[in-house]
């Protein structure tokens, strides 16, 4: 959960094929074939409404406040990502695209030499393996990457990596292989990191703010094609740039952390007025049907 990384929101199993997740605002998910595929297991059920009645102006007062907090903590995000944009934009117009755009092809050649176009595409599932969150910036890379072959890039952001990175996951659909693309929590359209499980290889991004601390078959540090001279006399810009974005990142992640201690105290009103035996039995009969399934 990302504004409690301590806080599980969602389990896959996939030998089969089943999920078990939080379906609750701000992740509401509707099944899409309740009762012949999917189920709702309502926890409601088992709340004595007395009780919460009795607190019912605490309660709304509380979670409005949280909205607020969350509120202004994404536009701290938003205002954190335009900075980042500009600290992107200048760095990239002091990149040298085509030596980028050969570390994409020597990728490519060793992982697919010899291996044919598909007539059948692989298939892509879009992730993230990292977040925003009341406890700062969190990852779990390591997980991902264990026993892989990893081709490790390098690269401050404007570099071009995730276009690297394109590159591989249209080569490997276009083999037939199906991958994992990871994308980053800031600007979820900007691809980080890539596993194709079938070749048992990770390619993966590293930076300031994430990277992956394993042994990497590959490692290229695309900084290096950089015109130092250029980024000089950006100096100024990019020193107040990384200044400004830590600052709002920062204060976004305060807010949230102040959002999370009044969930917290809103959860006071809610757990004496649970019935956890009844939840524990409820527990137990939809692990029953899983394992059945």
Request: with cysteine.
């Amino acid at each position: 959960c990302s504004s409690d990384s301590d806080s599980l929101d969602g389990v896959v199993i996939p030998a089969i094929k089943t999920a078990v997740m939080d379906g609750t605002a701000p992740h509401v998910i509707d099944p899409r074939a309740p009762g012949a595929v999917d189920e709702i297991i309502n926890l409601g059920d088992f709340w004595d409404e007395e009780k919460l009645k009795a607190h019912r102006e605490e309660i709304l007062s509380l979670n409005e406040e949280k909205k607020r907090l969350f509120s202004s903590a994404y536009r701290y995000i938003r205002a954190a990502f335009s900075v980042y944009g500009d600290t992107t934009d200048i760095i990239g117009r002091a990149m040298d695209r085509q030596k980028a755009a050969a570390v994409s092809a020597r990728i490519v050649d060793d992982l697919f030499k010899g291996s044919p176009f598909s007539k059948d595409a692989g298939r892509e599932t879009r992730l993230f393996a990292s977040a925003i969150t009341s406890q700062g910036l969190k990852n779990h890379l390591p997980t991902l990457f264990d026993d892989q072959k990893v081709y490790m890039l390098k690269g401050k952001q404007g570099t071009g990596t995730e276009k690297v990175l394109e590159r591989v996951k249209q080569a490997a659909l276009e083999r037939g292989y199906d991958v994992e693309a990871y994308y980053c929590g800031l600007n979820p359209h900007k691809l980080e990191h890539l596993a194709i499980p079938a070749l048992e290889t990770a390619v993966t991004t590293g930076n300031s703010y994430h990277g992956f601390s394993g042994d990497a078959y590959f490692c290229e540090d695309l900084d290096r094609f950089l015109d130092q001279e250029l980024l000089k006399s950006y100096k100024d810009d990019l020193d107040h740039n990384e200044a400004a974005f830590e600052s709002l990142l920062n204060r976004a992640v305060e807010l949230m952390g102040r959002a999370r201690e009044i969930h917290s105290t809103i959860e006071g009103y809610y757990v004496p007025s649970i019935d956890f035996e009844a939840v524990n039995r409820c527990r137990e009969a939809a692990l029953a049907k899983i394992l059945e399934a």
